[in-house]
């Protein structure tokens, strides 16, 4: 495999369900993103890890949780989600973790997941 | 704050036609980057170029080219001879080397723009 993966790549769940996604990248790098994207609007980031230390959680509410066990895999772990929380959720990775998101990040494929 | 704005939001083309898009940013900052992204039907967002906001050079590659003109504070992006494999939604980004507020390592999007070519 190469690049960033991301599994599963469709889900559907219901609001008292919890799931995870899961993030691999293959670059060697050391920063790790989740963002999400609705239709119609921009891009948001969520999560950002460096080194597998949270550095950065925009405003997030707590059904959505992050887990980054080390510098190659990140996950993202739903519970108690609502019908908004349906998106595309894309993982990306970046060589170093640089102020104002500067380093060139690497995205993944998403996962589009379905919140009934 | 920084913004990016592209004001066309969906583009059609026949196949072969040249198509430019574009992105307009805004800034505070003296140093930043420019970033645009390919996003196929697949949900994949392709890194196409970066660029730092001292590099004013045109750049090509292949059948993409870039203007990026500070004056008009403008990073467009044209496909010359397109193709279908080019329909695709197109992102620009921005990032301020030294923000350091809420977000600060955040790219900042554009909301795309939809191309379409047409065979």
């Known amino acids: 495999e190469t690049g960033v993966t991301q599994t599963p790549r469709h889900l559907v769940m219901g609001m008292t369900n919890k799931k995870s996604l899961k993030c691999e990248q293959h670059?060697?790098?050391?920063?790790m993103y989740w963002y999400k994207q609705s239709a119609k609007k921009p891009l948001e980031l969520m999560f950002v890890y460096s080194l597998e230390e949270r550095v950065e959680n925009n405003s997030v509410p707590s059904r959505f949780s992050p887990e980054c066990p080390n510098s190659s895999h990140l996950f993202l772990h739903l519970h108690t989600l609502q019908p908004e929380d349906s998106a595309l959720y894309l993982c990306?990775?970046?060589?170093?973790?640089?102020?104002?998101?500067?380093?060139?990040?690497?995205f993944g494929p998403g996962t589009r997941l379905t919140v009934l | 704050a920084q913004k990016v704005t592209q004001a066309q939001t969906e583009i059609s083309v026949v196949e072969k036609e040249d198509v430019t898009l574009d992105c307009v940013y805004e800034?505070?900052?003296?140093?930043?980057?420019l970033f645009w992204y390919k996003q196929p039907p697949s949900g994949e967002l392709v890194f196409l170029i970066r660029?730092?906001?001292?590099?004013?050079q045109n750049e090509i590659s292949g059948r993409y080219s870039w203007n990026f003109q500070k004056s008009t504070s403008s990073f467009n992006f044209t496909i010359t001879a397109s193709q279908v494999v080019d329909s695709a939604v197109y992102f620009c980004?921005?990032?301020?080397?030294?923000?350091?507020?809420?977000?600060?390592?955040?790219?900042?999007f554009g909301k795309g723009t939809k191309l379409s070519v047409i065979p």
């Open positions: 980004a921005l990032s301020e080397v030294f923000y350091s507020g809420a977000g600060s390592y955040q790219l900042t």
């Open positions: 670059l060697g790098h050391n920063a």
């Open positions: 800034t505070r900052d003296t140093t930043y980057y």
């Open positions: 660029r730092n906001s001292f590099d004013e």
């Open positions: 990306a990775s970046s060589q170093e973790l640089a102020g104002g998101g500067t380093d060139t990040q690497y």
